[in-house]
């Protein structure tokens, strides 16, 4: 019998490649047109790195094992571990804000389902070193502009925000202390996957008026305007208010407004973040959550690194394909063969004419494919039908001077005398993003 494949890993065969690759090359365009920089780590590191963040709870979760070296060591279940660790060994040199991305494959055991493997790779985009809501605006920006990127709009994706300091100075201004806060988050994460009596139980056990649990359960309708309206004013939660409306207005005028929704039922986890945070969503809600992420001011400090203010977001491979998929916008990759050559294999010069046009054609930037053994020039045609060619040049050396018969699909066809011609001909002819880039 075979082997088969681990569950909740993935093959890539060239048509699941392509459509990685899609992906892959979106997410650089857009981060770059941020000016953030490309960085990568081990997808090994100690144990302890991330148990230091999440405690030993998260070892269930990991594909951990003690190395030859007698080291615990654990395979990647996130970049930010890593990040931390990079940016604070060389904290002091980093030009700040530090704007840096990565797109690590991640590993995490845990049970499989829709969206979720053991196995995935992610987009992280983060910022260090700026504690202004400017750079939660921008942060948030090059989210959305992924999405449009990809086909879709504000009418399929929302990113749902909310502000921990704004929650925690509403959950103040309530007569919450602040041991009770992280009983109330639990809460308000599972607010609209849990019924409601399960909610009012859970916030009741925590100690809680019911006046106060029904005020937090109405969280999940207010919006920032009524919240203003209703709590602008309240000292717990004035400044943060003020706050919040001066990262609505720079979204705005960076062109996102359309996309977002106020949602104070966005938390985050329990501990990690500390500011803005926010997750895309489609709004159909078939799927899981696109991105999360926001500000975690803190963390740096709690890995060992230095004290500097931070934030970025995450965006999985997964459950953005399932939804491109599902929106026919993952686009279909163009034929991995540009143009194939053919010529008569009882030519003098076969194959030696051939070869050299594909060599001339390969260095100006075309993918070019020819038959590997000897065939009829109609085989060698009906090969490069087969594998969907753009493009097929018959050489033709006959006569005196070499000839070369050039054929694009509904474009006549093109006798050319000389390579630079032929040459021409395919650049003109055929669609620029068909070249190899590197």
Not at 179 to 192: G, I, R
Not at 294 to 316: E, I, S, V
Not at 420 to 429: C, G, Q, V
């Amino acid at each position: 019998m075979p082997p088969k494949l681990l569950p909740g890993f993935r093959d890539f065969y060239p048509e699941q490649f392509a459509e990685r690759a899609h992906i892959f090359e979106t997410w650089r365009r857009i981060v770059r047109r941020y000016a953030f920089q490309e960085y990568d780590g081990p997808p090994l590191e100690p144990l302890d790195l991330y148990t230091q963040k999440s405690g030993d709870e998260i070892v269930g979760q990991l594909f951990e094992f003690v190395d030859k070296g007698g080291r615990a060591v654990a395979m990647r279940p996130e970049m930010t571990p890593t990040f931390a660790r990079m940016v604070g060994a060389r904290a002091q040199a980093l030009r700040k804000p530090v704007r840096w991305f990565s797109m690590p494959q991640l590993f995490r055991y845990e049970r499989t389902q829709k969206g979720r493997l053991r196995e995935h790779f992610q987009l992280n985009v983060d910022i260090v070193g700026e504690a202004d809501v400017l750079a939660d605006a921008e942060l948030l920006s090059v989210a959305v502009e992924i999405m449009a990127a990809f086909g879709l709009t504000a009418s399929d994706v929302r990113a749902r925000v909310s502000d921990r300091r704004l929650l925690n100075g509403l959950l103040a201004h309530l007569a919450i202390d602040e041991p009770t806060w992280p009983a109330v988050y639990a809460v308000l994460d599972k607010l609209e996957r849990q019924p409601q009596q399960i909610s009012t139980e859970k916030l009741a056990a925590a100690g809680l008026p019911s006046a106060t649990v029904e005020a937090i359960l109405g969280f999940a309708t207010l919006d920032f305007v009524t919240l203003q309206s209703r709590y602008g004013q309240a000292p717990d939660v004035a400044p943060h208010v003020e706050r919040f409306a001066q990262y609505v207005a720079h979204c705005e005028a960076l062109g996102i407004g359309a996309w977002l929704r106020f949602d104070l039922t966005i938390v985050r986890g329990l501990a990690y973040y500390t500011g803005i945070v926010f997750e895309l969503f489609d709004n159909v809600g078939e799927f899981r959550a696109i991105c999360g992420g926001g500000r975690y001011d803190t963390l740096l400090t709690t890995l060992g690194g230095t004290d500097l203010p931070a934030l970025g977001f995450g965006m999985g491979d997964v459950v953005l394909g399932e939804l491109l998929k599902a929106r026919g916008l993952m686009t279909a990759p163009a034929p991995a063969v540009a143009l194939w050559i053919a010529q008569a294999p009882d030519s003098a010069s076969y194959p030696a004419a051939m070869l050299h046009t594909a060599a001339r054609l390969r260095a100006d930037g075309h993918a070019v494919e020819f038959a590997l053994r000897e065939q009829r020039v109609e085989k060698q045609l009906e090969a490069a039908r087969k594998a969907g060619t753009l493009a097929t040049v018959v050489v033709d050396t006959t006569g005196a001077v070499t000839s070369y018969r050039a054929r694009a699909a509904g474009a006549p066809e093109a006798i050319v005398q000389t390579l630079d011609a032929l040459s021409t001909w395919a650049s003109s002819t055929l669609n620029r993003t068909d070249t190899i880039h590197e």
